[in-house]
C-alpha cells in the first residue's frame, strides 16, 4: 500500500528527502565555551515560555537534553517568524542576515539562539536545509498573500511547519523512515489549525491563506472575510475545513509510533493539546474574525492522562 494518502503528500516527502542527500558543508563538529552555551539554551527556554505555553509544556515531558534542543528548535522557528511579522526593518536584509548564522556549524558568540540551533543539529545529525526550507518557507509571507488551491497552500505548511515536524523527528529519535510522511502529514496538520485560528489577524495583516477554490465552493469571496460575519455559508465552510485538519491530525498520529518512546508522548501531547483549539473555534461559533481561539490551562491538564495511555499503548 502506498505511504501517501494524499496527491499533494509526495512532493513535499521529496523536497524532505533532498535535504537528507544534499549535507554539503555540513560540519560533524561543534565547539564553543561551555557557559555561553549554558547561556544559549536558556535563553532559548525563555522564548518558547513566553511564546507558546502550548509548545513549553509539551516539551517538559522530553528528557533535559531532548527538550534543550526542542526548544532552542521553537527559539530558531519563532525568531525567524518574527522577522516577517513584527519587525520594522525591510524583512528580507533580515532574513538574510539571519539565515547565515542559523545554517552556520560555528555561528559568532553574541547570537545565542543560533548558537544553541547550531549546537542542537550538530548533537541530533538535523540536515542544514531544513533550516534553510523553513527561513524560504516563512519569506514567502512577503511575496505570496493568496492561495487559489489547497495542495498549493501545502506546499506553504511544508515550509513552515512540516520541516519543524522533520527536525523534531531527528531530535527525538525514529525507527523507520515511514516516520517522515507522518511528519510531513502533522505539521500540515498544525499549520492548518494555526490558518483557522487566525484568520481574522492575517486577514489584517493583509493575508488570506485559505484556499480561493474552497471558499468559492461554500459561495464566500474575500468580501466576506473583510465584513466579519459569520453567516450560514460561513459556517458549513469552516465546519469543512474543521473536518478536514481533524482528518490529518489521526492521520499523522501512527507516526508517532516510530519515534523513539521516550519523545512519543511530548509529541502526542503538541499534537493533542493543539488540535484542541478547533473545539474552541467551534465553541466560538466560528468567529475567528474578532475572536481568538485558546485553551485554558486547566483543559490542557484535562487532556494529559489520556493523552499519556494513548502514547504508551500506541496509535496503529
Known amino acids: 500500500m502506498s505511504q501517501f494518502l494524499y496527491d499533494w503528500e509526495k512532493p513535499l516527502y521529496q523536497l524532505a528527502f533532498q535535504s537528507i542527500e544534499d549535507k554539503l558543508h555540513e560540519q560533524k563538529t561543534f565547539d564553543t565555551n561551555h557557559s555561553l552555551l549554558s547561556s544559549a539554551y536558556e535563553l532559548a527556554k525563555d522564548v518558547t515560555k513566553e511564546n507558546s505555553k502550548t509548545f513549553y509544556v509539551a ?33 528580507r536584509d533580515l532574513l538574510g542576515l539571519w539565515q547565515n548564522p542559523c545554517i552556520s556549524s560555528q555561528p559568532q558568540p553574541n547570537e545565542l539562539i543560533a548558537l544553541a540551533w547550531a549546537d ?23 511575496v505570496k498573500t493568496r492561495y487559489d488551491y489547497f495542495d498549493e497552500l501545502t506546499q506553504y505548511c511544508y515550509g513552515v511547519a512540516s520541516t519543524v515536524g522533520l527536525m523534531s523527528m531527528h531530535i527525538i529519535g525514529f525507527t523507520d523512515q515511514r516516520a517522515y510522511t507522518y511528519a510531513i502529514r502533522l505539521g500540515v496538520a498544525l499549520q492548518l489549525t494555526n490558518i483557522l485560528r487566525d484568520i481574522g489577524e492575517d486577514w489584517r495583516a493583509g493575508r488570506v491563506y485559505l484556499p480561493k477554490s474552497e471558499l468559492e465552493t461554500f459561495e464566500l469571496t474575500y468580501d466576506d472575510i473583510n465584513e466579519a460575519k459569520v453567516t450560514e455559508n460561513w459556517r458549513a465552510f469552516m465546519r469543512y475545513q474543521i473536518a478536514r485538519n481533524r482528518r490529518l491530525y489521526v492521520e499523522a498520529k501512527p507516526g508517532i509510533d516510530y519515534l523513539n518512546r521516550d519523545g512519543r508522548f511530548a509529541i502526542a501531547a503538541a499534537a493533542d493539546l493543539y488540535q484542541e483549539i478547533l473545539c474552541e ?19 490542557k491538564l484535562k487532556q494529559i492522562p489520556s493523552i499519556w495511555y494513548q502514547s504508551a499503548v500506541g496509535y496503529q
Open 281 to 299: 473555534i467551534e465553541n466560538n461559533d466560528y468567529n475567528v474574525f474578532t475572536l481568538r481561539a485558546s485553551v485554558s490551562t486547566v483543559n
Open 59 to 91: 516539551s517538559s515531558f522530553l528528557p533535559r537534553a531532548k527538550r534543550q534542543a526542542i526548544r532552542a528548535l521553537y527559539a530558531f522557528c519563532r525568531i525567524t517568524d518574527d522577522f516577517i511579522d513584527q519587525s520594522q526593518k525591510d524583512p
Open 120 to 142: 542542537t543539529r550538530s548533537r541530533y545529525n538535523i540536515p542544514w536545509k531544513y533550516s534553510q526550507q523553513l527561513i524560504h518557507g516563512v519569506s514567502q509571507d512577503m
